[in-house]
Nanobody, 123 residues
Framework: QVQLVESGGGLVQAGGSLRLSCAAS????????MSWYRQAPGKQRELVAA???????NYAAFVKGRFTISRDNAKNTVTLQMNSLKPEDTAVYYC?????????????????WGKGTVVTVSS
């Protein structure tokens, strides 16, 4: 059973910083990509940042220059450093991983999601 567990959310004032972490656990035979999404009240879930293996990070336009995504492949973790936070960054942040639970060739990639962590930015 694969699980993604996020941590690091909370309440912060505008201009502040938070660091989100996500750890993937269980039987995993490779992770193709790990990403962060967010969903604000009344809005659709949207991509914040993604980092595929061997690729450069991909950021949504609204976080470029403020957020940084990084991975620790040995630990199956992904972090999102969020600086210069704005009230409009308030949302539930979800971790996503595209991973293989079975050792096969070619790999059978599957999509997994964490339960989310709440980020609230006050003005």
């Amino acid at each position: 059973q694969v699980q993604l567990v996020e941590s690091g959310g909370g309440l912060v004032q505008a201009g502040g910083s938070l660091r989100l972490s996500c750890a993937a656990s269980g039987t995993i035979f490779g992770i193709n990509a790990m990403s962060w999404y967010r969903q604000a009240p009344g809005k659709q879930r949207e991509l914040v940042a993604a980092l595929a293996s061997g690729a450069n990070p991909n950021y949504a336009a609204f976080v470029k220059g403020r957020f940084t995504i990084s991975r620790d492949n040995a630990k199956n973790t992904v972090t999102l450093q969020m600086n210069s936070l704005k009230p409009e960054d308030t949302a539930v942040y979800y971790c996503n991983a595209v991973l293989a639970r079975v050792l096969s060739f070619p790999r059978q990639w599957e999509d997994y999601w964490g339960k989310g962590t709440v980020v609230t930015v006050s003005s």
